[in-house]
């Protein structure tokens, strides 16, 4: 193995620098092997300046530091990318492209980093026979086949930070608080913030809620003489037989931008309950500045192993996070399923114990 290249696509998430260092350490120390860095995603392979040589100094005090110092793109499909031909926009398949570039360059193998989208492109270069090794990332924790992704642990900490400020100026002032928290899809970063920043009601998607049994909780808690709640809300969560709320249509080419709903919450709070309501969209904030400890050792350990796995020549697959080891799975197996919240897990039979409101009726869960 002589020369190898790594990009970061998706949505960013804390701990991305970790793994571009790991990789450029390891392969350096291991294998005397060159490092190129592929700028924005995959859109560095189709530019002129978008591959650049990562040598140990380029590396350097890049550890703490959230982004990436590669760019990231989240609407950079090679299979469906949007162009400009005479005036008029149409999707076009680039990814021949890609691999031409990657024969040209002489590459052993690509590290592709990220969530969903991303490692569904590696899949599906892979058989068109470009030498893709797969690291999972996302905030949103919903890539199957790992214990968890690097990212997470950080957005969750920033979330409970949330939570556990909003606690303090809501009894202040006898309202109730919604916090609207990222995780597309899935529930985790609103489940487990809200577990342990002690939120009074939690909406994930896995779990559509009525407004009832939400002001039932809230009202609850009125009589009892504590006259302020505090709502955890995921971007996904929907009303039972209602749509998810987005601030953005998709299309062909990008996803729904996620956003919305908090208000909707809050505004049926205040009318049903009277109890005067706030909204806070936490949003990037959860995805910006430096990494948790966690996810600098995970996105770490990470990096080095999918160094060792190319160099094994185990393409095609994805590094993983499995009862505290490191080991790797075919993409095909990670991107089998996506995660979601299981809602027999005991983070919400703990939940329900502790009688937090999931928005569904307590005495049929
Ligand atoms: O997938 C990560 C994520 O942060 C989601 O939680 C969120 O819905 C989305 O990305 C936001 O994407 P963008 O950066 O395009 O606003």
């Not at 040209?104 to 969530?115: E, H, M, Y």
């Not at 086949?145 to 642990?153: E, P």
């Amino acid at each position: 193995m002589k020369r190898i290249a790594i990009l970061t696509g998706g949505g960013d998430a804390p701990g991305l620098n970790a793994v571009i260092r790991a990789v450029v350490k390891t392969a350096a120390n291991l294998y005397n092997c060159e490092v190129m860095g592929v700028r924005d995603g995959f859109d560095g392979f189709l530019g002129d300046y978008g591959i650049f040589p990562l040598d140990q100094a380029a590396v350097r005090g890049i550890l703490p530091r959230g982004g990436t110092i590669l760019g990231s793109a989240n609407r950079g499909n090679p299979f469906a990318r949007k162009v400009v031909r005479n005036g008029r926009e149409v999707v076009e398949d680039v990814s021949g492209r890609i691999k031409d570039n990657i024969e040209a360059l002489k590459l052993d193998a690509l590290i592709v980093v990220g969530g969903d989208g991303t490692l569904r492109i590696a899949r599906e270069l892979f058989p068109i026979g470009v030498p893709v090794i797969g690291v999972p990332k996302t905030i949103d924790n919903d890539i199957g086949g790992t214990d968890c992704t690097f990212g997470y642990d950080t957005a969750l900490n920033i979330a409970t930070d949330a939570l556990d400020r909003l606690h303090t100026t809501a009894e202040a002032h006898h309202r109730v608080m919604v916090l609207e928290l990222m995780g597309r899809d899935a529930g985790f970063i609103a489940l487990t913030a809200g577990l342990a920043g002690g939120a009074d009601v939690i909406l994930i998607p896995e779990i559509p809620f009525t407004m009832e049994y939400i002001n039932e909780k809230i009202l609850k808690r009125s009589e009892r003489g504590t006259h302020f709640s505090i709502v955890a809300v995921a971007e996904g969560a929907r009303r039972v037989g209602g749509e998810i709320v987005v601030s953005r249509m998709g299309d062909e080419v990008y996803t729904p931008r996620l956003g919305g709903i908090a208000v909707r919450v809050a505004d049926e709070i205040t009318r049903m309950t009277k109890i005067e309501s706030r909204v806070i969209v936490l949003g990037h904030l959860q995805r910006g500045g430096t990494p948790t400890a966690f996810d600098r050792d995970l996105a770490t350990r990470f990096g080095s192993a999918a160094v060792r796995l190319a160099a094994a020549g185990g393409f095609g697959r994805m590094v993983a996070l499995q009862n505290t080891k490191v080991v790797d799975i075919s993409l095909d197996e990670a991107l089998a399923s996506p995660k979601r919240v299981d809602i027999n897990c005991d983070a919400i039979r703990t939940a329900r114990d502790l009688g937090i409101s999931f928005g569904d009726n307590p005495l049929k869960s």
